[in-house]
């Protein structure tokens, strides 16, 4: 199991703890973190799975693809810390990691 | 309402005959009946899965949860043989990118995914908001109007020609032909309107890859796909797509909107005075009035729902029964502010889910919110016919008088 804690834009903690290789917008959806929309489902469609990860767990898995970094565009916000939810995957990687969520959506 | 039990007639050996039913999605409700309480009927009385002989033969998803299996499934239920119960012939162009299957289906999608983002949509809306304000403020001073005409069917198809950059001038024959492309119930009259669409897409096309701009147009017939441009029988059934998808069902969604608020004055009452509610409205709306209806092409034999289906059958998935399953939902015809539901079907679910959900949520709500500031209580008209009903692949309102105190 993987643990992790999703953080909403006003600081609201949301501590989750699932199955490794879940996605994290399946983490959020499945444990009612409001924020965390997924508006197509996870099929890399609408950019509204949006969410910060800290330099140090980005250090450690791999960069978004070209269609990731494409569909980023479509996110508000965006800065370098920016990842999509339906594409990452909650491994070691991500044991303790906090998951900050933006305030376009809620 | 009751579907007859039908002969065998036109339907073929793997199908019982305890199974077949009389139904024609363009007919199976008159215009004076409500078109989704004549769906409750049958889906909350008849069998899940059903065969009905017109049309060459279709099957009709009559349960919430198979339409929950059915969508995501685009290996067994394929959209690469058109999607149209009856499909469209040969020489009409594949609806792109909802008449294609993945992988080539997802990249075919991706200007669209782009354009209708959240970060798309936020200069979409401050359009969206003109449009619709100016529109209410010419309605407002007549005290009636209506609804479908007047505004249901303007407000979208304005926002898709400036989305597009072409002339608003163009409207009226636009709507005309989406409406009789989508709408009549005489096979010819669709396709020589679904022919004249695409003639003057066409022409549209071919002007702007002269002189492509930053608009959605430009967007999607530049793009590459798989190191290839578009042909211009791609590029024209994609355009179509648009125009159907952003005019016809946003609207008709509007249409429902306004007819549950004049029906509801306690929940006019509500949003009026508690604004930051009417996105929870909205939801409810799009799960209890679902317009939208898709067919697939099965791939192979399987059983599905406990019935045999075989390769090459067509199976119609009808989103307006889902809302209105009362196997899937508590009371699911009454609209509850509070129930919030994250699962309907509205949009669809899967790959092809609806790429314009956000774009369309926010016409929904700019809609309710400018409406209600300047027509707080209105109600539907009956000195002018009261409202009238069309079923189809969008099933809805043809027509839809409503009155206030100007």
């Known amino acids: 199991m993987v643990r992790m804690v999703f953080v909403s834009h006003d600081n609201n903690e949301y501590p989750v703890e699932v199955a490794e290789g879940t996605t994290l917008l399946r983490a959020a959806l499945d444990n009612g973190v409001p924020g965390m929309t997924g508006e197509c489902g996870g099929e890399l469609a609408c950019a509204t799975c949006h969410c910060y990860l800290d330099e140090g767990v980005r250090a450690k898995i791999d960069e978004p693809g070209d269609d990731e970094a494409e569909m980023l565009e479509g996110a508000i916000d965006v800065t370098a810390d920016s990842r999509l939810g339906c594409q990452l995957r909650a491994t070691a990687s991500f044991d303790g990691v906090r998951i900050r969520l933006p305030a376009s959506q809620t | ?406």
């Not at chain 2, 009559?62 to 959209?79: C, H, K, V, Y």
């Not at chain 2, 539901?341 to 926010?362: E, Q, S, V, W, Y």
């Open chain 2, 1 to 406: 309402m009751e579907i007859q039990v039908v002969s065998k007639n036109n339907v073929p050996e793997h199908v019982p005959d305890d199974l077949v039913r009389d139904f024609n999605h363009f007919t199976f409700s008159p215009e004076d009946e409500d078109a989704h309480l004549n769906w409750a009927r049958v889906v909350n009385n008849d069998i899940p899965l059903f065969f009905t002989p017109h049309f060459g033969g279709y099957w009709v998803i009559n349960d919430a949860r198979l339409l929950e299996d059915a969508f995501p499934d685009w290996e067994l239920f394929s959209s690469a043989h058109k999607i149209g119960v009856p499909p469209t012939p040969d020489d009409v162009p594949h609806l792109l990118p909802i008449e294609a299957d993945d992988p080539y289906h997802k990249q075919l999608r991706r200007p669209l995914n782009l354009a209708l983002s959240p970060k798309g949509v936020i200069a979409l809306a401050a359009s969206a908001k003109e449009l619709v304000a100016q529109l209410v403020d010419e309605i407002v001073v007549q005290g009636h109007c209506e609804f479908v005409h007047d505004f249901s069917l303007k407000m979208p198809m304005d926002l898709f020609l400036r989305m597009v950059n072409l002339p608003a001038e163009d409207r009226e024959t636009l709507i005309a032909l989406a409406n009789t492309g989508l709408k009549a119930h005489d096979e010819a009259a669709r396709l020589d309107a679904m022919r004249s669409m695409n003639a003057y897409l066409h022409q549209k096309v071919v002007e702007r890859l002269e002189s492509p701009g930053d608009d959605l147009m430009s967007a999607i017939i530049t793009m590459d796909i798989d190191g290839r441009k578009l042909t211009i029988g791609e590029q024209v059934g994609y355009m179509t797509t648009a125009l159907f998808g952003g005019l016809d069902t946003v609207g008709g969604m509007m249409a429902m909107t306004a007819r549950h608020l004049a029906r509801n004055p306690d929940h006019r009452k509500l949003l009026v005075a508690h604004p930051e509610k009417i996105p929870d409205m909205i939801e409810e709306v799009l799960r209890r009035y679902a317009i939208s209806t898709v067919s697939r092409f099965v791939t192979r034999d399987v059983e599905f729902g406990g019935v045999q289906l075989k390769q090459g059958d067509r199976i119609m998935l009808p989103t307006p029964i889902h809302g209105i399953d009362e196997s899937r939902w508590d009371n699911a015809l009454e609209v509850q502010l509070d129930r919030k539901p994250t699962d309907h079907m509205a949009f669809g679910k899967g790959t092809h889910r609806c790429p314009g959900a956000i774009l369309a949520r926010a016409e929904l709500r700019i809609f309710v919110e400018e409406w209600l500031k300047r027509i707080p209580d209105f109600a539907i008209d009956e000195s002018r016919g009261g409202e009238k009903w069309e079923t189809g692949t969008v099933l809805g309102l043809k027509s839809l008088p409503l009155h206030w105190q100007a």
